[in-house]
């Protein structure tokens, strides 16, 4: 299509006046959005700030309260019609929609495999699901196990599914959330591909150096509104922060480089010589006052170390030992108890009850603590909790709203006041600030300077930079073992090195 066409053309998708409340809560308030066919347009706003609303209505899973949608100029299908809309649109979440024991061809054909006189024709299916995956250039075997792929290759599955109903139009939802640097940039190559091949991307992202990376047009959403809709080179980064927080500010994350190292407080986590499923001869200590990164390739092995100090992994050989008493291989109780807190990886699986309250997700690790057979007294739960909402800054309607109610740095708060709940000596933090907008991305850092200043022993497991920037040494993993140390001032391009093994 020319420019001049494609400027005429009815936009891809357009929400016009969209507005949408749960209960109290206005989560759109006649909220806008216009996509151009062939452009990767970016949506961006603090958390809470409206994105997944707006996407529950730009995919038809919520009929918003006022207000339209529109495909090319036409208006979108009746809520029921899903069929409809796998036509027009699909989204591709963080937490996969794939039905893991299933097979790939399996999966791209879901409820529609084709028959031969009423029987399923599993050559046919497997053909078919080959000549999709050929045509969108995916490399994956189409009879591999689903729940055995990679989040990457997991990824171009469900794109080539959506492709195969017709979509043109696909969101894609924090994609980046959960790869390393090597996977990104293969992601990118790939979306550049597509959208030549005439795709039209919406990209969701808290990193806001790959909005200028990969898209070309950037909608920021703040408060449930439309902000501002413009070329992503006509808003420069401080400009975007500002249209997205609505003040001019200037982020102090915490940095340890003008720290002076701990060297005379006690030890209180030691790790000597462990080995796991994916990392081997493991050593490192943390003491009282400090704060010990890990960073590394996601199948570095990095996370199977801060799981085993939880106790939410097994280890093999090699001993842990918190404030000089031994921990057994993968038990989280005997961990809790020995002074571990731990913010784990994934905070829908493994952090969060959602249909339960803040206050109950809050005391969850504290129940048996605070009174017998895991009883605990109501005011004390409440003094627990509201002490937590007002230190963290947990932004809620209060205690008792469930936490599904909440934007997912307010969940995340919630994970971080459950593991100091019970105050730990030391605190393993997993991706502590994974899908948190840049200002609760400060408070949370924040938070952990703070609980090192108080003297709790800090592990920080992560592959980003403003997280990792807070340690006073970083450890470098790379297959499984510990190949670099890289005291705090390192440089970006000189961790990023290190990680990657350049
Ligand atoms: N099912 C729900 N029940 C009650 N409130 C909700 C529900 N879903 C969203 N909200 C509220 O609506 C507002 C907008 O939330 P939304 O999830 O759309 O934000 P977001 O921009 O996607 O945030 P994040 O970046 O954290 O994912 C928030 O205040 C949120 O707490």
């Not at 309260?65 to 979108?76: C, I, L, N, S």
């Not at 075997?141 to 990457?152: K, P, Q, T, V």
Request: with cysteine; glycine share 10%.
């Amino acid at each position: 299509m020319s420019f001049t066409a494609q400027a005429a053309a009815p936009p891809i998708v357009e929400a016009i006046g969209v507005s949408k409340r749960y209960g109290p809560t206005i989560a759109l308030h006649e909220a806008q959005l216009r996509v151009v066919a062939g452009e990767s347009h970016a949506l961006v706003g603090r958390n809470g700030a409206g994105k997944s609303t707006l996407v529950g209505i730009l995919t038809g899973l919520r009929a918003p309260d006022t207000g339209m949608v529109r495909f090319a100029g036409e208006p979108a299908p009746p809520i029921a019609d899903r069929e409809g809309w796998r036509q027009r649109v699909a989204c591709v979440y963080q937490h996969s929609t794939i039905i893991p024991d299933l097979t790939v061809a399996e999966n791209l054909f879901i409820n529609r495999q084709p028959e031969k006189r009423g029987f399923i024709s599993w050559p046919t299916l497997k053909r078919e699901a080959r000549a999709l995956l050929d045509r969108w250039n995916v490399a994956v075997s189409e009879d591999m196990r689903a729940g055995d792929l990679r989040i990457e290759a997991r990824q171009l599955v469900e794109i080539a599914r959506a492709l195969s109903y017709g979509a043109r139009f696909i969101i894609l939802d924090e994609p980046t959330a959960q790869l390393d640097g090597e996977e990104i940039k293969r992601l990118f190559v790939r979306i550049r591909e597509l959208q030549a091949a005439g795709v039209t991307f919406l990209f969701i992202s808290h990193h806001l150096q790959e909005v200028y990376e990969i898209c070309q047009t950037v909608t920021v959403l703040r408060d449930a509104r439309h902000i501002v809709t413009a070329p992503v080179a006509d808003l420069p980064k401080d400009r975007l922060i500002e249209a997205m927080t609505g003040e001019q500010v200037h982020f102090g994350f915490a940095d340890a480089a003008g720290r002076s190292p701990v060297r005379d407080a006690p030890v209180a986590l030691e790790v000597k010589g462990i080995s796991g499923e994916d990392f081997e001869d493991v050593s490192f200590t943390v003491r009282k006052g400090e704060t010990i990164g890990i960073s590394g390739a996601t199948s570095s092995g990095r996370v199977g170390v801060a799981e085993a100090v939880a106790g939410l992994a097994r280890f093999g050989k090699g001993e842990i030992r918190i404030e000089g008493r031994r921990l057994p291989s993968g038990n989280v109780p005997a961990a809790l108890a020995l002074g571990v807190g731990c913010v784990p990886k994934s905070r829908h699986d493994q952090g969060l009850v959602l249909p339960l309250s803040v206050a109950d997700n809050g005391t969850m690790t504290k129940a048996g603590r605070m009174g017998p057979l895991g009883f605990i007294a109501p005011r004390r739960r409440a003094e627990t909790t509201n002490r937590m909402i007002r230190e963290l800054g947990v932004v809620t309607q209060g205690p008792e709203q469930p936490v599904s109610g909440l934007s997912g740095g307010n969940q995340q708060k919630v994970v971080m006041g459950r593991a100091l709940a019970t105050d730990p000596s030391v605190l393993v933090l997993l991706d502590p600030t994974a899908g948190v907008d840049v200002k609760s991305k400060e408070a949370l850092l924040a938070v952990v300077e703070r609980m090192r200043r108080e003297g709790k022993a800090i592990l920080v497991v992560s592959g980003e930079i403003e997280d990792l920037r807070t340690c006073d040494r970083v450890l470098v993993m790379r297959h499984g073992r510990v190949v670099a140390e890289k005291k705090a001032g390192w440089s970006d391009n000189e961790l990023v090195a290190a990680i990657e093994g350049i």
